[in-house]
């Protein structure tokens, strides 16, 4: 059974589900900072801080569903059981985080976090047992890998989805009315959402299961956690690159719009996000393969990192920007299929180090650190706007300057504190215990 061999179909079907729960959380971070300013008229560092709680609050939640993982014993198993029962009102929750009814600000902004804290508590009853699944269905290092392409690949389809096709569906659905456009959009997004975690119950078998007893204290596991290094190195790299994808998400927009002059950007610069991420699914395998998890992983940091950097000086050459913002697109999407491999890693260390797996508790802790992430990269870029006076239509050369540097110079910042971590990964250089 450890090293059992996992069929095509049930390969695909665990890529697939991470767009059951990533489509909708693309669309929302891609989005919903834009369609709260730009559509529904709210102050943008107030959207920030309803992005910054929320997430924050996740802190406690991911740490209680992964223990609740860790406790579950069902007919479907420990983390399937998940998927079943959640597929249903995450869908719902999608759909509603886009229409906030036309009341008065400040209950608009209290519908957009409660909306918005439920679409994240049923992302974690989602994606921290998603997680957690891997290294129950195989204990082998290249069936692993090849299980990380697939959810690359999935992840990429999401991305495109969830971005490229977005303004295009808005304008077709809403003929003029983004409100209605938007809510439509997230309508489709929601069903094809909820057809992949169907398939990803029905198809992904857990084989590999933890013996320890489902009673454990919970305060000794968490610190158990937090003495795992290898944890420690994965949530770090994850946090840092999660926020630095949510500030690019957020800011595209922005940065196509009113720096580059050239709105049609936007459906270049994003799917470009996801068709590296596609691309590297197939070339990342065998690059960290022969490399290792940790080289592999710093040298794609360094070069993403150096091409970001070149980003301001080149962008009144749109044919080398994008050139150059494709390449380190690719590179960076290197790191993502490292990260989904790492994670079930630090499973396996935590076992070696502690005498028990807990892929829910670790998973969540994962599962903190990319919604934490994402949201410090979303709630940053919304202070920026609202430190620089950002208004809508009438945007003023402080406002273009400070979006155009967070844009390019927040990215190089973070993509060097990545590679500073990724440099602290204790099981081999070449992706083994060491």
């Known amino acids: 059974m450890r090293h059992a061999k996992l069929s095509l179909s049930e390969r695909l079907s665990y890529g697939f589900g991470d767009m059951g729960t990533s489509l909708a959380y693309n669309m929302a971070s ?17 959207v920030g801080t309803v992005f910054l709680v929320a997430r924050l609050l996740d802190a406690v939640i991911d740490v209680m569903v992964g223990i609740s993982v860790d406790k579950t014993r069902s007919r479907w198993g420990r983390t399937r059981v998940y998927f079943l029962f959640t597929a249903l009102p995450y869908a719902l929750m999608s759909v509603a985080v886009f229409h906030v009814p036309a009341w008065g600000q400040g209950a608009q902004l209290v519908y957009a976090f409660l909306t918005f804290k439920a679409l994240g508590i049923l992302m974690s009853l989602q994606a921290i047992p998603y997680t957690a699944l891997m290294p129950m269905m195989t204990q082998d290092g290249g069936e692993r890998l090849k299980l990380s392409g697939m959810r690359s690949v999935g992840t990429s389809v999401g991305v495109v989805l969830g971005t490229a096709t977005v303004m295009p569906l808005v ?16 309508m489709l997004f929601a069903g094809v959402g909820f057809a992949c975690t169907v398939a990803l119950f029905r198809n992904c078998r857990e084989r590999h299961e933890d013996d320890a007893s489902p009673r454990f204290a919970i305060w000794p596991a968490v610190q158990e956690m937090l003495r795992n290094r290898a944890w420690l190195v994965v949530f770090g790299a994850c946090l840092l690159y999660f926020a630095r994808f949510g500030m690019m998400m957020a800011a595209t927009a922005y940065f196509a719009i009113d720096v580059l002059g050239r709105p049609w950007m936007i459906s270049v610069m994003l799917p470009a996000v996801a068709g590296m991420l596609l691309l590297s699914a197939f070339v990342a395998p065998a690059i960290l393969a022969r490399a290792g998890i940790r080289n592999g992983t710093v040298g794609a940091l360094t070069i993403g990192a150096v091409l970001f950097a070149a980003l301001p000086f080149v962008q009144d050459h749109v044919g080398l920007f994008l050139g150059l913002y494709i390449g380190g697109c690719l590179a960076t999407s290197i790191t993502t299929t490292a990260a989904f491999a790492m994670v079930a890693e630090t499973v396996d260390y935590h076992e070696a180090k502690f005498g028990v797996r807990r892929e829910g508790l670790l998973s969540a802790g994962i599962s903190l650190a990319t919604k934490l992430g994402m949201a410090l990269g979303t709630a940053g870029f919304a202070y920026v706007l609202g430190a620089s006076g950002y208004v809508p239509g009438h945007v003023t050369d402080t406002a273009r300057e400070a979006i155009r540097w967070t844009y390019s110079g927040g990215a190089v910042v973070l993509l060097i504190a990545q590679t500073l971590v990724m440099l602290l990964w204790p099981i081999g250089a070449r992706g083994t215990s060491a």
């Open 30 to 46: 891609g989005f919903l900072l834009f369609y709260y300013t730009n559509v529904v008229g709210l102050p943008a560092a107030s």
């Open 171 to 186: 304008q077709a659905f809403g003929a003029g009315d983004q409100q209605r456009g938007f809510g439509l959009t997230a």
